[in-house]
């Protein structure tokens, strides 16, 4: 039990859907992180909140909008995507500007087809 | 931009044999982390070093500063180390963490 959890675990949606992933983090941090690992490439930083404010936007399209209503839950709204935004999208959180102190969620497995 | 290669990309070993992953990285750093990612997805954190050698059970990480390289160690290695290992720098000036892109390792019985 890391304490940040992500539902759903798995999901398959056309790229006309809307979906959204959920984060929550019960370890009383102020920062949340998403991130997309996609197969061989490096984790990507797609957006950082602290304290419910978007302090980063790592040129994410505008297909992902990210929602932060209180410092214990993140989500991202997905609609209209593509077959390449397949990935794992995971979700993290730490005190505020601890980057190096980061505990992750399962993560999310996505696949639009 | 500090570029962070790990090597191998693929590891298979028997149990029991000692495992050694590389990571070298391009710039200067604060800190390098060992990640660990389970199949589910989960990260957990291993180490965080800046310096010198940190044991933990069977896991021995280690750093070397001048040379921008790192190694993650596990002696006796057993099927429930297979993971994929993934290191991560600290950059100066800023915290934002930098991930190589993982080491699959495999431990057959």
């Known amino acids: 039990e890391t304490g940040v959890t992500q539902t759903p675990r798995h999901l398959v949606m056309g790229m006309t859907n809307k979906k959204s992933l959920k984060c929550e983090q019960h370890?009383?941090?102020?920062?949340m992180y998403w991130y997309k690992q996609s197969a061989k490439k490096p984790l990507e930083l797609m957006f950082v909140?602290?304290?419910?404010?978007?302090?980063e936007n790592n040129s994410v399209p505008s297909r992902f909008s990210p929602e932060c209503p209180n410092s214990s839950h993140l989500f991202l709204h997905l609609h209209t995507l593509q077959p390449e935004d397949s990935a794992l999208y995971l979700c993290?959180?730490?005190?505020?500007?601890?980057?190096?102190?980061?505990?992750f969620g399962p993560g999310t497995r996505l696949t639009v087809l | 931009k500090n570029e962070v290669e790990q090597s191998p990309q693929n590891l298979t070993a028997q149990e029991g044999e000692f495992i050694t992953i590389n990571c070298s990285y391009s710039v200067g750093i604060s800190a390098l982390h060992w990640l660990q990612q389970h199949p589910g997805g989960g990260i957990v954190s291993l180490f965080m070093?800046?310096?010198g050698k940190k044991k933990h059970g069977r896991l021995i990480a280690t750093i070397n500063i001048q040379e921008k390289h790192s190694s993650l160690h596990i002696t006796a290695s057993h099927p429930r180390d297979s993971a994929v290992y993934i290191c991560?720098?600290?950059?100066?000036?800023?915290?934002?963490?930098?991930f190589g892109t993982g080491t699959r390792l495999t431990i057959i019985p």
């Open positions: 370890l009383g941090h102020n920062a």
């Open positions: 991560a720098v600290e950059n100066f000036g800023n915290e934002k963490l930098t």
């Open positions: 909140y602290n304290f419910k404010e978007q302090t």
């Open positions: 070093l800046s310096s």
């Open positions: 993290a959180s730490s005190h505020y500007r601890e980057y190096n102190e980061q505990f």
